[in-house]
Nanobody, 128 residues
């Protein structure tokens, strides 16, 4: 059974940092493209960052560019999403998802229809 589990969310002050984790079981993350999505109340789900499965390239949405870093620990079968200089508008439920299709841009993430495996989400709250 393919499973993804996110962790690392929480309450952080504006300007703070968080590292979200996405741990996989039942499959090897290194062979998949991994996307991070977020959804705030009343807003559509948006793709924010992704790890291409083809060459390990990473892509970030303009909204997080320069503040987001993706990394992968293959031994732990886990992908990490480091987010710095957090803003109130970053508050959302963050989801990781996996797709066997190689991603070459944020636009390729679309609404997430290519992703067959999803985690349960982790809440990020940015507030003073």
């Amino acid at each position: 059974q393919l499973q993804l589990v996110e962790s690392g969310g929480g309450l952080v002050q504006p300007g703070g940092s968080l590292r979200l984790s996405c741990a996989a079981s039942g499959f090897t993350l290194a062979y998949y493209a991994i996307g991070w999505f977020r959804q705030a109340p009343g807003k559509e789900r948006e793709g924010v960052s992704c790890f291409s499965s083809s060459d390990g390239s990473t892509y970030d949405a303009d909204s997080v560019k320069g503040r987001s870093t993706l990394s992968r620990d293959n031994a732990k079968n886990t992908v990490y999403h480091q987010m710095n200089s957090l803003k109130p508008e970053d508050a959302a439920v963050y989801y990781c998802a996996a797709t066997p299709f190689a991603l070459i841009s944020i636009a390729a993430m679309g609404s997430g229809h290519l992703f067959g495996s999803w985690g349960q989400g982790t809440q990020v709250t940015v507030s003073s």
